[in-house]
Every structure is written in C-alpha cells, then in structure tokens.
C-alpha cells in the first residue's frame, strides 16, 4: 500500500538551494503547500553545511561582475553556460544581502563595517564572503530556522525520493518517497518539483562530502529521460586530510589556506607547485594543484602515508586560529595542529561539475520540473572555482523557488496511475524479496577502487573502457544481492539503494571521460594531455532504453570568448 500526499511545490533535498527554494515558495503565498524531502535531518544533513570556505560575490570596486564572469569562465575551461554564469554572478551580492537580512546570517566585517572578503584561488580579486571557519553552518542554519517558522512548509524528515514520476501527458508529477523510519512508501503529487538532491561522488575511494549522498538526483533524472551535461567533470579538492585507518580521510581544510598564503610541500620538503604553475603556485585552480599533489604522490614524492603536507604556520599561531577556527579545531580533533607545524593532505572528490541541463529560471526538459544547485550542470564547466558552489545553490534556488511558486498558478494537481508507483515501490524493495545473499558491500568497494584507479584524476582511454566494463559487472552483481532485516530503518537496504544510483552516475561519468578526447579543467587525459584545438564543446548524455545516447555539442559564447586553446587546457606534464 502506498500513501498519497497532495502538494503544490514538491523540493527534493534541503541543502542551501532546496531551503532557499522552499523558503522563497512559501513566502510567494502562504495559499501555497511546500513539501521538503530530506534524507536526515532538517539543517543536519547533506553537504551544504559542511562547507567552512566561503560565498563569491561582487561589492567592492576594483572587483566587478565582468571579473567574476571571467574567472568563472576561465576555470570553467570556457565550457560553462555562459548565461547561468551571469545569472551567478549578478544575483549573487543581493542574495548575500538577504541572508543577512532576511535570514539573520552573520558575515565576518572589516573594522570599517563592510564585509569581510578574502582571498581565494582562481580568483583575481578578494571576493569570498565568510564567517570564520564556519561559513555555511552559520547560513545553513539561520535557513533551516527560518524554515521551520512556516506553516505552509511540510518537513519529510530522514525520507528519499526513490522515483520521479510522470502524469500521462509526461508532465512532472511528484516523486514516490520512502520514510527511512518505518519503511512506508508515499507518492506525494506535485504541481511543480524541484531537484535539490546535492550531487556526492561517494563512488570514489577517497571523498570529502557527506557520506548519505548518492547522486540520488541527478540518477533520478537520468532515468526520467532528463539531459545531462558536463558529467565527466569531477572536482578532486587538493587539502583533503590524511588520517590513516580512519573515515575522516578526506574531509576537507578550506580553500582559504592556500588564499591566505599557505605552502604545500611533498614528502621531501620541495614547494612542487612551482613545477606545474610557477605564477600562481598555490593558489592555482583546484583541478591543477589537485592534479599536481595526484602526481608528486603517485611518482614516489608523497609522504609516507601517501599525501603531501599543507603549511600555514609561518603565517603565526595567533592568525591561523583567529582567521581559520573551524580548521584548526578539525586538526586538532585527530591530533594535528594547523596554527602550529604542517599537516598532512591529499585530493580528495569533492563535487560534481556536471548535471541536469537547466535555463536561467532553473527549468528541465520536462515540464514542472526544475532543478538547482549541484543536481545542475552549466555554471561550473570543468572546474569549480571555490566560493562558487554555495553562491550557486542559494542563488538558483531561490530562482527555482519563486518560478515554481508561479508555475503552479492554475494548474491542477497531476494525476497519476497507480501502476506507476507501483513498479516504482517493486523496483525499491526488490532486494528485500531476496533476502540475504552476496555481497554488498564488496560490490561498493569494487566501484570505489575503479573509480579512483581508472576514472579519477588522471585518465586514459584503455582505463575508462575498463572501468566501464567493472561499472557493468557491478551493476549486474546488485540484481542478484539481497538484503537481510525487515524495512524500517534497514541500513543495508539503503545502502543497496544509494549503490544502484552510484552506479548509475558512475556510468556516466566515464562514458563523458572516454567521449572527451581531450585534457580540460578537471579531465586529464593522459593520451590527450591538451585542449582540442577546435575549442571548447560540452559532452551531453541522456538515456537511450537501456544505453546512453553521447552528444558533443558547441558552447554558446553569448558573454565572453576563450583567449586561445592553450589558455583553457592547463596540461600537466
């Protein structure tokens, strides 16, 4: 039996651009019900919160919107949707102002009572907004807050959206959910829904976002038939920690330590930065230094524990622990002092680049259905500058909030057939039919392994073929896995859940790598180690029965033009 719940604006998620879309939805009209799905707990799940950086925006001349733009672009490889981008960049300072006055965000502040910016990489100005070490906790929750004061905002708490589904007329309708709790299935139905799901490359070995994320979105709009572009651009962070024997491997220390001045070293002592991009060092884009700790590393000038060591303690004690609290607490929690001596770091798969084709009011190919934040692709094109995800989640979904709200003027509640959901709740619970048998878990450590061997930071065509064909005995091996227990909070069940959208996404990341012959931002490619000299082009897959349909397609210059293709390849030798 599945539950039925009747909603206006249906948000999948609530990270920055789900509670942004929710809150601007809400507040269109408090005739509107706002139905927020989330897979923890409200304001405690999620990747959102667990970035300490910053927020990019513009206010302070010489900084101004053309520089933005162009940075973006640049870092981007020029492969970027150059609308989305302004869209970014000019919305942006007036969505930081509203946090602050409408939310009750706090920002750090200059002596002379104006915003706080700093330094970050990529960047030719002072632009990242923040709050200590502590950036996004602080918006995320003042949004969280916020969203628990409205009356016509409904919380599914600790619940997934296992399928979007469809009316007849192949209009968006809502999404089938399961309540992690108990185990029940409900079809909530929607007028408008929105994708705010995060991204998560928790199919990789080594990663630094939240461990409940599974790229569940943007594997739910693959298998709705949606576009996606850019899904071969994975961003690889350089300062994950280095914990041995310990989960914590990989989380991340900001950004903001290379801004502010910090050295990376490798094992034996050498500032290697100045081998791979002797301008900028570090604070060169995160796919170069990312790449370029990958490679001191895998050539035997790592440390011992296989990492590189970051180094801010020449900047004094006193201003590592005022300026970057929140890092320095993180150190010390597994014994490490970051005021105080160097500490050791490697890359670590951070974010996703690539996602739903979108417009500029965040609307899919389908009708009724929107999408926001990392489950988008288009802003961040091969590389995502730091400081731009959390302008880009609040930013987008508070534009998907208020055109949702309009959509859903006049439009009826979709009807949907029962058979629908049905097969939907038949296609979740299939493991449990099972019951115990194979491994599961051998089967995620299998992805994880290929996926950083073959499909990581440095790539050839022979290695994506393989991963490929490992991707496909995987997925073979989960329809044959079951599941002991019974369905309320079964945490095997979930993982075989988050597994089967891992290797959906997984999928489409190396299928896009092995189509991109060439080396752009994030994708390296050993057997194309530079920039197709007929410029930039976006990688598009959608699904094709049961393959997936590869498209290259031209990049729309609307706003700025690449300077040459050498500029936008930064190959490593």
């Given at each position: 039996?599945t539950n039925l719940?009747?909603?206006d604006?249906l948000?999948?998620g609530?990270?920055g651009?789900?509670l942004c879309?929710?809150?601007h939805?809400?507040?269109?009209?408090?005739?509107?019900?706002?139905?927020v799905?989330?897979?923890?707990?409200?304001g405690r799940?999620?990747c959102?919160?667990?970035v300490?950086g910053g927020?990019?925006?513009?206010?302070?001349?010489?900084?101004?919107?053309?520089a933005?733009?162009?940075?973006?672009l640049e870092?981007g490889g020029?492969i970027?949707?150059?609308?989305l981008?302004w869209?970014l960049v000019?919305?942006?300072?007036?969505?930081v102002?509203?946090?602050?006055?409408?939310?009750?965000?706090l920002f750090d502040?200059?002596?002379?009572?104006r915003?706080h910016?700093?330094?970050?990489?990529?960047?030719t100005?002072?632009?990242?907004?923040?709050?200590?070490?502590l950036?996004?906790?602080?918006i995320?929750?003042r949004l969280?807050?916020?969203?628990?004061t409205?009356?016509n905002i409904r919380v599914f708490?600790?619940?997934?959206a296992?399928?979007l589904v469809?009316d007849e007329?192949g209009?968006?309708a809502g999404?089938?959910?399961?309540?992690?709790?108990t185990g029940?299935?409900?079809?909530?139905?929607?007028?408008a829904t929105?994708?705010a799901m995060g991204g998560?490359?928790?199919?990789?070995r080594i990663?630094a976002c939240?461990a409940d994320?599974?790229?569940?979105?943007i594997a739910l709009?693959?298998?709705?038939?949606?576009p996606?572009?850019?899904?071969?651009m994975v961003q690889?962070h350089?300062?994950?920690?280095?914990i041995?024997?310990?989960?914590?491997?990989g989380?991340l220390l900001?950004e903001g330590l290379?801004?502010a001045?910090?050295?990376?070293r490798?094992?034996?002592?050498?500032?290697f930065?100045?081998?791979y991009d002797?301008?900028?060092?570090?604070?060169?884009?995160?796919?170069?230094?990312?790449?370029?700790?990958?490679?001191?590393?895998s050539?035997?000038r790592?440390?011992?524990?296989?990492?590189?060591?970051?180094?801010?303690?020449?900047?004094?004690a006193?201003?590592?622990?005022?300026?970057?609290r929140g890092m320095?607490?993180r150190?010390?929690?597994f014994g490490?002092?970051?005021?105080?001596?160097?500490?050791e770091v490697?890359?670590t798969?951070?974010?996703m680049?690539?996602?739903?084709v979108?417009?500029?009011?965040?609307?899919t190919a389908?009708?009724g259905?929107f999408?926001?934040?990392e489950?988008?692709g288009g802003?961040?094109?091969?590389?995502r500058l730091g400081?731009?995800?959390?302008?880009?989640?609040?930013?987008f979904?508070?534009?998907?909030?208020?055109?949702?709200?309009?959509a859903?003027v006049?439009?009826?509640?979709?009807?949907?057939?029962?058979?629908t959901?049905?097969?939907a709740?038949?296609?979740?619970?299939?493991p449990l039919a099972r019951?115990?048998?194979?491994?599961?878990?051998?089967?995620?450590?299998?992805?994880?392994d290929?996926?950083?061997d073959?499909v990581?930071?440095?790539r050839?065509?022979?290695?994506?073929?393989d991963?490929v064909?490992?991707i496909?005995r995987?997925?073979a091996?989960l329809t044959?896995?079951g599941?002991?227990g019974?369905?309320a909070?079964?945490?095997?069940?979930?993982?075989?859940l988050?597994l089967?959208?891992?290797?959906?996404?997984?999928r489409?990341?190396a299928?896009?790598?092995?189509e991109?012959r060439?080396s752009r931002?994030?994708h390296?490619?050993?057997d194309?180690p530079?920039a197709?000299?007929?410029?930039?082009?976006?990688i598009r897959v959608?699904r094709?029965?049961?393959?997936i349909?590869?498209?290259?397609m031209?990049?729309?210059f609307t706003?700025?033009t690449?300077?040459?293709?050498a500029?936008v390849?930064a190959p490593?030798d």
């Amino acid at each position: 039996m599945t539950n039925l719940v009747d909603v206006d604006v249906l948000v999948l998620g609530a990270g920055g651009a789900g509670l942004c879309a929710a809150l601007h939805a809400a507040d269109a009209s408090a005739r509107l019900s706002v139905g927020v799905v989330v897979k923890g707990l409200l304001g405690r799940a999620g990747c959102t919160r667990m970035v300490q950086g910053g927020y990019n925006a513009v206010f302070t001349p010489p900084d101004s919107h053309d520089a933005h733009v162009r940075d973006t672009l640049e870092g981007g490889g020029f492969i970027n949707d150059q609308e989305l981008v302004w869209t970014l960049v000019r919305e942006a300072p007036g969505r930081v102002l509203e946090l602050e006055s409408r939310y009750g965000c706090l920002f750090d502040r200059t002596p002379e009572g104006r915003i706080h910016q700093k330094p970050f990489a990529g960047q030719t100005h002072d632009r990242t907004i923040h709050t200590a070490g502590l950036t996004v906790i602080e918006i995320m929750n003042r949004l969280a807050e916020d969203a628990g004061t409205r009356a016509n905002i409904r919380v599914f708490e600790e619940a997934r959206a296992v399928e979007l589904v469809l009316d007849e007329g192949g209009r968006a309708a809502g999404a089938v959910v399961l309540d992690m709790r108990t185990g029940a299935f409900t079809l909530v139905r929607a007028r408008a829904t929105l994708l705010a799901m995060g991204g998560g490359p928790t199919m990789y070995r080594i990663f630094a976002c939240s461990a409940d994320k599974s790229s569940d979105g943007i594997a739910l709009a693959y298998r709705a038939g949606l576009p996606l572009r850019d899904m071969e651009m994975v961003q690889f962070h350089p300062t994950g920690l280095v914990i041995p024997g310990s989960l914590m491997t990989g989380a991340l220390l900001e950004e903001g330590l290379r801004g502010a001045g910090g050295h990376l070293r490798n094992g034996h002592g050498e500032r290697f930065m100045a081998r791979y991009d002797a301008a900028r060092m570090e604070r060169s884009t995160r796919d170069l230094v990312s790449r370029a700790s990958f490679l001191e590393i895998s050539e035997g000038r790592g440390t011992a524990n296989g990492g590189v060591w970051i180094d801010v303690s020449h900047l004094g004690a006193e201003v590592v622990e005022r300026n970057f609290r929140g890092m320095v607490k993180r150190c010390r929690d597994f014994g490490r002092d970051l005021a105080r001596g160097p500490v050791e770091v490697g890359p670590t798969t951070h974010f996703m680049m690539g996602g739903v084709v979108i417009d500029c009011d965040c609307r899919t190919a389908i009708d009724g259905l929107f999408a926001a934040g990392e489950d988008a692709g288009g802003v961040h094109g091969a590389n995502r500058l730091g400081g731009n995800g959390v302008a880009e989640s609040t930013v987008f979904g508070g534009i998907a909030g208020d055109v949702m709200a309009q959509a859903v003027v006049g439009r009826r509640v979709p009807t949907v057939a029962a058979s629908t959901a049905a097969a939907a709740v038949t296609r979740a619970r299939a493991p449990l039919a099972r019951g115990a048998g194979g491994d599961l878990y051998a089967l995620q450590r299998t992805l994880r392994d290929v996926m950083w061997d073959q499909v990581g930071l440095v790539r050839d065509g022979d290695g994506l073929r393989d991963a490929v064909a490992v991707i496909d005995r995987v997925d073979a091996g989960l329809t044959a896995v079951g599941v002991p227990g019974g369905t309320a909070f079964n945490i095997a069940w979930h993982d075989w859940l988050n597994l089967v959208n891992q290797v959906t996404v997984a999928r489409l990341i190396a299928t896009s790598a092995a189509e991109r012959r060439e080396s752009r931002g994030a994708h390296y490619r050993r057997d194309f180690p530079t920039a197709d000299p007929d410029g930039p082009y976006v990688i598009r897959v959608r699904r094709d029965g049961e393959a997936i349909a590869v498209a290259r397609m031209p990049v729309a210059f609307t706003r700025a033009t690449p300077p040459s293709t050498a500029a936008v390849a930064a190959p490593v030798d």
